[in-house]
């Protein structure tokens, strides 16, 4: 998996955009981009994974820039329970192999 | 959308116990499951990743002979904790994906063990 940097925390108000950028400039042109976060004492959570267009679910936005060496996560209405980590990872989809996650983004919605 | 369960959610028990923890695809065929091990305030740690019907695949620093892994069926891979010590005391965590290309990895809840 190509390395993924991502600021260690964020604070978003509540009702606002929150937008989490991710790092991946080594990131290959087989590994897609997936986006999972983890909310106290659970199991991560997916969100969304993308390749090279941008991407949108009931969930969130993944924006990838033209050369694929960053991206950035939109949750469009943060609300107090989207305060978790959140984990960027490129990842190459068509093998089975396992993520390795590095440390995330801390998002906390502030009412 | 695809639903991975993990039992028990939280176990306490006596240091030299074995305790085992089941992973379960619910509504698809797992062709690989993964097992992650996560301390507090730290990232998820792979342990280990398991195909059905073969031996699982530890990465470097697991104890194979310590964290036994079980994949009998598309659905379900157990993690069994053998002779466990307080130093064990974690939150462990699978994940599952089925064969199809271009499908995520679904986590479940993760199983709190402690070892008193």
């Known amino acids: 998996d190509a390395k993924t940097t991502q600021p260690p925390s964020m604070d978003c108000a509540e009702g606002r955009a929150a937008n989490l950028p991710c790092n991946h400039s080594t990131i290959s042109g087989n590994e897609y981009v997936y986006w999972y976060r983890q909310i106290h004492s659970q199991g991560p959570q997916y969100i969304i994974h993308g390749l090279k267009n941008n991407e949108t679910n009931e969930m969130a936005s993944l924006i990838i820039t033209e050369d694929r060496k960053s991206s950035t996560l939109i949750l469009p209405h943060a609300t107090l329970r989207d305060t978790a980590v959140y984990y960027c990872?490129?990842?190459?989809?068509?093998?089975?192999?396992?993520?390795?996650f590095g440390t995330g983004t801390s998002l906390t919605v502030i009412p | 959308g695809a639903v991975v369960s993990q039992h028990p959610s939280r176990v306490i028990c006596k240091s030299g116990t074995s305790v085992k923890i089941e992973c379960r695809s619910l509504d698809f065929q797992a062709t690989t499951m993964f097992w992650y091990r996560q301390f507090p305030k730290q990232s998820l740690m792979l342990m280990a990743t398991s195909n059905e019907g073969s031996k699982a695949t530890y990465e470097q620093g697991v104890e194979k002979d310590k964290f036994l892994i079980n994949h009998a069926s598309l659905t379900l891979s157990t993690l069994t904790v053998t002779s466990a010590h307080p130093e064990d005391s974690s939150f462990y965590i699978c994940?599952?994906?089925?064969?199809?290309?271009?499908?995520?990895?679904?986590f479940g809840d993760g199983t709190r063990l402690s070892i008193l």
């Open positions: 994940s599952a994906r089925s064969g199809t290309t271009n499908q995520p990895q679904h």
């Open positions: 990872i490129a990842h190459p989809t068509n093998t089975g192999n396992q993520f390795y």
